[in-house]
């Protein structure tokens, strides 16, 4: 994705796909071409900004095409990885009404390449009738909602979260890494390694390693000198490892037992979310983390409230008035003051 382009809102996103849908549905004619371009468009760079990286192609020809995905970056020749379709075929694919696989099985995507597999991203959107669509339906990465195992979170949604400690993390002057955060046990650097070390381990779990198998290899200082490029090599793993085909559908096993690994994605989702403001409270760094994401972390927390409490993973819950906004919210029941 072109590092000058902007980000495409929910908003922006939802009226492109509007005014494409009948057309999807069969029950209209096909859009005028720049309705049409506009959806292709605003879709695939909506993919760009939840997959980032240069590793595949996503080409909707005559309309666009842009590279994401974590990896090798391409820069000259035929890409290594390329995914191709027509406009229809992606967008159906972004509004969930045709599967991946499916789409591959009847030839309607050619993909080539070891890595040419886009369908941990997908649905971007999930597609709805009027009468049956709740307001935060058609919003990037929610995708997640028909994409998930056992209540998980969508890779995306994880992304995000990752993209949210990044920019916390780059944001560290030199002389920030000893400030207090507001994990009371923990510096801005000592949070970094923990918030690391997950990462770490998640490449792990995933590819079927017990707490046994591990063991303490991960114990201790994993940011050396180089704390920055300590994080970013362990957040792309976790990242890389979550997006395999079928990752989320596997189990994992963890110091509470086995869990399925889309559940394990939504709970390092959420670390991943918290220790951000954790960490941009500490080092005086913006603190509003991404509305879409807290939104669904918020209906995540909220049931498990109770029995949140009863662990020490958290502070116990802070009151907040009526009106506070979701952010405000999350972190309270959290224990934090926003």
């Known amino acids: 994705m072109g590092a000058t382009w902007k980000r495409v809102t929910a908003e922006e996103l939802g009226k492109a796909l509007g005014a494409v849908s009948g057309w999807l549905d069969g029950e209209a004619p096909q859009p005028a071409r720049a309705e049409l371009a506009q959806a292709v468009r605003l879709s695939l760079r909506t993919l760009a900004q939840v997959a980032p990286g240069g590793t595949v192609e996503v080409r909707v020809p005559p309309f666009a095409a842009v590279q994401c ?41 050619a993909a080539s390449g070891s890595r040419a597999d886009v369908s941990a991203y997908l649905p971007l959107v999930v597609h709805r009738k009027p009468t049956h669509r709740a307001p935060e339906d058609d919003t990037p990465g929610t995708g997640g909602r028909h994409a998930r195992d056992d209540g998980g979170m969508t890779v995306s949604r994880f992304t995000t979260a990752l993209g949210e400690f990044d920019r916390r993390v780059r944001a560290i002057a030199p002389g920030q890494w000893h400030e207090p955060t507001p994990c009371t046990e ?39 000198d180089d704390p920055v490029a300590a994080w970013e090599n362990a957040a792309t793993a976790a990242r890389e490892a979550f997006a395999a085909p079928n990752a989320l559908r596997r189990s994992v ?39 879409e994401l807290v939104r669904e972390l918020l209906g995540f927390v909220e049931p498990q409230v109770n029995q949140l409490a009863g662990t020490s993973l958290f502070a116990p819950p802070v009151e907040v008035g009526e009106d506070a906004d979701v952010q405000t919210r999350l972190l309270a029941l959290l224990g934090r003051h926003g």
Do not use: K
């Open 69 to 109: 995905v974590t990896g090798p970056r391409h820069t000259r020749g035929t890409p290594p990885n390329v995914v191709e379709t027509d406009p229809r075929t992606w967008l159906q694919l972004a509004t969930g009404r045709l599967a991946w696989a499916a789409a591959l099985t009847e030839g309607h995507v």
């Open 186 to 224: 923990w510096d801005a650097r000592a949070l970094v390694n923990h918030v690391t070390t997950e990462q770490l381990w998640a490449p792990l779990l995933l590819d079927g390693a017990t707490m046994d198998d591990v063991g303490d290899r991960f114990d201790g200082d994993q940011l050396g």
């Open 253 to 291: 096993e963890l110091s509470y037992g086995r869990r399925p690994a889309g559940g394990y994605c939504q709970e390092m989702t959420l670390d991943l979310a918290v220790h951000a403001w954790d960490l941009a409270r500490g080092i005086g760094a913006a603190e509003r983390l991404d509305e």
